[in-house]
């Protein structure tokens, strides 16, 4: 059912109150007034009449009719009514109107009957004499104590009737005023009614709306205006309290967008409430379209879903390991889930937090794959050294040609292990050097670096009949730790001149490319295959492990070089094709980019 405005509910019915009101008095007042007619038409008959029965007494008998036949005929003009004079039997003696003789016997009427009986009598009733309708006064005339006739004084009703139509029109013609009078002004309060709560409607809405700072000023009745400014408080309250709510939400949003853990909150139907950032980067959804959807349709994770399944169902917090393939590469995740519960302690759901470990545990993989490294590099010349000592042991010492090749053999492991404890001692060095303060840098030319490592490798070249080309310009300058970069660039030379053939050459480039510096070392080589690439300085990692022994490496040349261009603040990048050679670039930030080193005291 449609509504209805307030104005068409209070205005109709004030309205019908009205009419209702008026038409009532006008029926009360018309039949008040009719009566009050006929009771003074009543009163001034029997007026007329009692002025005119003592007239007539004496005089009554039934044969002088004829003798007040004139008379009964000027006292009703006189009187203007009609007269009859009616003896104590019924008989009409006279008659203003009409002749006696031929009217009825009139002892039955019921106003004869009581002026017979010494009483006042009234009635109207239709005269068949005069064809119309008649109001009847009679009276008796007394003579001492005995009633000798009766006197009728009638006049006709419509007189009155007229009377009262006109009286009644003026009645109807002023009701109908007044009517519109209270027609406009029903409509007037209706509308000083409903006008005010218009704009506390007007007010609400715009409330629901959320605009929360505008006020209602109003100046109507003092009910509505303690309505209004009800509404005030509450929208200040609103206001307070929603100021209050997205606040407490745009923290909670900041502290959950900003956590590296990812946050996932489930209801009991397995369907997403709310997940962070990192939530959604881990499990790749967005999360916009993830909350509100089952997590089976979003997140295609199976060991994710078992453990959802299971913070749900448990008591009590759970923790456990995730495992997510995403393009072919692993992601661990490690997962602590509890149960979501509202203010009265009822479950609606589970949260879970998820932590990548992905680089822990690459970290630990590393940290087991280097002692083992370790262990097998230490252990294969501490084995050779033992060989020959239980060698020289068992009777060798007496054979001096042998003697030597042993005691040399313990001397080149004795070398060997010396190498493998200075390179860890430098990797050390290096790390803890950059951790704590870092390492300090001081701004110089490079290619004067550059030709102190050419010249530290020119033997080991020459014995290859190699030749090592350098490209740098003498004004290139950089921030740098001279011994270290030096350092580097002699083990990618040592690398490059030990896999490359003999008689060729190994070019050493250093340039400026988009603002950054790059210093190349190239060869021409064996060349690495692109599956050894990622994991190349890692330390005690070897392409071909038996050559690289008999080439004397120790399998930490190139994890120090990642580890002194990490002190730099740069990078150290790879490219190499099998059967073409190799190109190790060392990539420099800008000269006033570097924030990881110390400015070294001039």
Not at 38 to 52: C, K, S
Not at 88 to 95: E, F, I, R, T
Not at 173 to 190: D, E, K
Not at 591 to 602: F, H, L
């Amino acid at each position: 059912m449609r509504p209805v405005r307030l104005i068409w509910q209070l205005y109709p019915s004030y309205l019908a109150v009205l009419l209702v009101s008026l038409l009532g008095v006008g029926w009360y007042y018309s039949h008040s007034l009719h009566h009050f007619y006929l009771g003074q038409t009543a009163d001034d008959l029997e007026a007329r009449a009692r002025l005119i029965a003592p007239q007539l007494a004496g005089r009554l008998a039934p044969e002088g009719g004829a003798s007040l036949a004139p008379l009964c005929s000027e006292l009703g003009r006189a009187a203007d009514s009609r007269l009859t004079v009616i003896l104590p039997g019924g008989a009409v003696l006279c008659d203003s109107v009409e002749d006696p003789a031929r009217m009825d016997n009139h002892g039955g009427r019921i106003e004869v009957a009581a002026a017979l009986a010494g009483e006042t009598g009234v009635a109207s009733r239709y005269s068949q004499t005069l064809l119309r309708e008649m109001m009847y006064v009679a009276v008796p005339v007394r003579e001492g104590e005995q009633i000798v006739g009766v006197v009728r004084t009638a006049r006709a009703v419509n007189v009155i009737d007229q009377a009262l139509g006109t009286v009644s029109l003026k009645i109807g013609s002023a009701a109908v005023a007044a009517a519109l009078l209270a027609a406009l002004l029903s409509w007037w309060i209706a509308r000083r009614i409903s006008l005010p709560i218009e704009e506390l409607r007007r007010g609400a809405q715009r409330f629901a709306r959320g605009e929360l700072g505008t006020r209602l000023s109003f100046s109507g009745p003092e009910e509505l205006r303690a309505l209004a400014e009800a509404m005030n408080e509450m929208a200040a309250q609103l206001d307070e309290r929603l100021r209050t709510v997205l606040r407490q939400r745009n923290e909670q949003d900041a502290v959950l967008a900003s956590m590296v853990e990812g946050v996932l909150a489930v209801d009991c139907d397995e369907r997403i409430l709310r997940l962070n950032g990192a939530a959604a980067e881990l499990v790749g959804v967005r999360p916009g379209t993830a909350e509100g959807r089952p997590i089976q349709e979003t997140v295609r994770k199976a060991d994710l879903h078992r453990f959802v399944r299971r913070a749900l169902q448990a008591e009590e917090p759970v923790e456990g390991d995730i495992v997510l393939v995403s393009g072919g590469v692993e992601r661990f995740l490690q997962a602590h889930g509890t149960r979501l519960r509202d203010s009265r302690g009822d479950k609606i759901g589970a949260l879970i937090v998820l932590n990548d470990v992905t680089r822990l545990r690459r970290l630990e993989n590393l940290r087991r794959d280097f002692v083992a490294n370790v262990s097998h590099e230490l252990k294969t010349p501490i084995t050779a050294i033992k060989g020959a000592a239980e060698t020289l042991e068992d009777g060798a010492l007496d054979e001096p040609a042998g003697a030597r090749r042993f005691v040399a053999m313990i001397a080149k492991q004795a070398d060997r292990l010396h190498a493998i404890i200075d390179d860890l001692l430098a990797l050390s060095r290096i790390e803890q050097g950059s951790e704590r303060e870092g390492i300090p840098l001081t701004s110089q030319a490079l290619r004067p670096v550059l030709e102190a490592a050419i010249q530290d490798c020119a033997l080991a070249a020459a014995d290859k009949g190699l030749g090592i080309d350098l490209l740098c310009s003498s004004a290139l300058q950089s921030r740098i730790n001279a011994p270290l970069l030096e350092q580097a660039v002699v083990n990618l030379l040592t690398n490059a001149i030990k896999y490359s053939p003999e008689r060729g050459t190994v070019t050493v480039d250093a340039a400026l490319e988009e603002g950054r510096l790059l210093i190349r070392v190239r060869d021409r080589g064996c060349g690495i295959a692109a599956a050894h690439l990622p994991r190349l300085f890692e330390r005690f990692y070897r392409v071909d492990r038996a050559r690289s022994r008999s080439l004397g490496g120790t399998g930490l040349g190139l994890a120090i070089v990642k580890h002194i261009v990490q002190a730099h603040d740069g990078e150290v990048l790879v490219q190499s094709t099998v059967g073409a050679g190799s190109t190790f670039t060392i990539v420099l930030p800008p000269e006033e980019e570097i924030p990881g080193g110390r400015q070294a005291s001039p």
